[in-house]
């Protein structure tokens, strides 16, 4: 099934991945949060504001976990909210995990602290229901930035494209920002050479703006910085 993304009221649906993906685009910065789901398990990437809208779009699924890619305030924003209104654990990086429970004051937007559940290193597989996910370790825009790599022959019953979730590491036709703190444009070299060896048809779910492919990006990112 060819890869297309079409609006669905507030939420944008992604048909002809290897699983269930739609996603909302929120807060002053227009992060996207993504909600993914198999036959058994639904979480959430990235809660960037409005815990609420991102309950409502759940449509009553319960939410099974909650996967934060790095510690920067527009990707968690929601992230203490939802946790509270419905109980789903949180997993992010062992090194951004301290960021994220010890939230700086005056981060914008406004963020709360909120606990991490379980530490994720390079290498690790997440298996949430039918899905295997392989964390990569992509530092570089923040020192424990990950990215989640899905390939659809991983779990039982997926069918369809290769699934990455990139958070701000890669964009469609850029990167994320070296120049804040704990950025590092020598590591973001590294993190990106880690991505460009997955298969081209691999559908990338950015942190901002539109989704891409590895494909779509050989030759606008990976060409130039690897």
Not at 87 to 114: L, M, R
Not at 160 to 165: P, S
Not at 186 to 204: G, N, W
Request: aromatic share 6%.
């Amino acid at each position: 099934m060819k890869l297309s993304v079409k609006r669905d009221g507030r939420t944008f649906r992604v048909t002809g991945a290897a699983v269930d993906i739609k996603y909302l685009v929120l807060g002053p910065i227009e992060n996207n949060t993504f909600i993914i789901s198999d036959d058994t398990t639904t979480f959430v990437v990235d809660p960037s504001d409005n815990a609420s809208a991102i309950v409502a779009a759940l449509g009553g699924k319960k939410l099974d976990a909650i996967v934060v890619t790095h510690h920067h305030a527009d990707h968690t924003s929601a992230l203490a909210d939802l946790k509270a209104m419905t109980n789903a654990p949180v997993y992010a990086s062992a090194i951004d995990a301290p960021v994220i429970e010890n939230q700086p004051a005056g981060e914008f937007p406004p963020t709360k602290s909120c606990k991490v559940d379980h530490l994720l290193k390079d290498g690790d597989k997440l298996r949430l229901g039918n899905m295997v996910w392989r964390v990569i370790a992509t530092p570089g825009h923040t020192p424990g930035g990950i990215c989640l790599f899905l390939e659809s022959d991983s779990g039982k019953y997926l069918d369809g494209a290769n699934v990455l979730i990139a958070g701000d590491t890669l964009f469609c036709a850029s990167i994320g920002r070296t120049d804040f703190p704990g950025g590092n444009a020598k590591q973001m070299r590294a993190s990106l050479r880690k991505l460009s060896q997955l298969p081209d048809e691999t559908l990338v779910l950015t942190g901002h703006n539109s989704l891409t492919t590895i494909g779509d990006e050989q030759r606008r990112v990976f060409a130039y910085y690897c």
